[in-house]
């Protein structure tokens, strides 16, 4: 499903809302809300707003756990770390307990053994060890989502729920969760806003099927459902 909002305000507002539904929704079916957040630019003013008053009050946070979709391999404390960006914006904000929050980040691993050890958390936080309730996700103007890169092997990985690997046209380690761990989510929300992503929705949307030039559209829920909420401006080339 496609959402088109008249501005980014109104898009953060209507994901805020969901955001609140889904937390509520699973907290009263399962006691526990799973989140995996999305990091760049794009969430920030989502974030802001859960941490706000009118937002805040109406989960109970302390049964609520955090996981990110993806993460460039840098400490929480680098101005690139989606981690560290999501503290800063709203996790500061929120009485979730820290142990719930579980950054992909570790000190004194390499990325492809902390890849492994956050499969294990997840299978210990997770029902039936990889359903999230709730996977935000942006989408770069080249296509890419998470850290699924176009022309990278992680494209096709079919067996691991998190992959690390080297992405060379960035001189740096990613670490991602794995499209087939994605697919099985409860509710996945992209949020994609501006003319820089305006190309690359089309393309992903109603383009040829071409997952390796534009990994976003390997996302596609296994037996729950996707929303796609993205402003006018971005949605500027789809028919509807």
Do not use: C
Not at 85 to 94: E, G, S, T, V, Y
């Amino acid at each position: 499903m496609i959402q088109v909002f008249e501005n980014k305000d109104i898009l953060n507002k209507q994901t805020a809302d969901l955001f609140i539904e889904k937390a509520q929704e699973a907290i009263d079916k399962r006691d526990k809300f799973t989140v995996a957040l999305t990091g760049g630019s794009s969430p920030a003013g989502l974030y802001k707003l859960l941490a706000s008053s009118a937002y805040k009050e109406q989960v109970d946070w302390s049964k609520v756990y955090v996981f990110w979709g993806d993460e460039r391999w840098v400490p929480l404390d680098d101005e690139k770390s989606n981690a560290g960006a999501a503290f800063k914006d709203f996790l500061n904000d929120l009485p979730i307990p820290n142990d719930h929050i579980f950054p992909m980040w570790k000190k004194n691993i390499e990325p492809e053994a902390y890849a492994k050890e956050y499969e294990a958390i997840l299978e210990d936080h997770l029902e039936l060890g990889d359903i999230f309730d709730l996977i935000l996700l942006g989408m770069g103007d080249d296509g890419h989502t998470a850290s699924l890169f176009p022309n990278q092997k992680v494209l096709n990985e079919k067996e691991k729920k998190v992959a690390a690997y080297y992405l060379a046209p960035q001189n740096m380690y990613r670490i991602t969760l794995t499209a087939p761990l994605i697919n099985k989510a409860r509710k996945i929300v992209f949020i994609v806003f501006g003319e820089k992503k305006t190309n690359a929705l089309y393309e992903v949307i109603e383009g040829e099927r071409n997952s390796t030039l534009y990994p976003s559209q390997l996302i596609q829920p296994v037996s729950g459902n996707i929303v796609w909420m993205v402003d006018k401006v971005a949605a500027g080339k789809l028919s509807i």
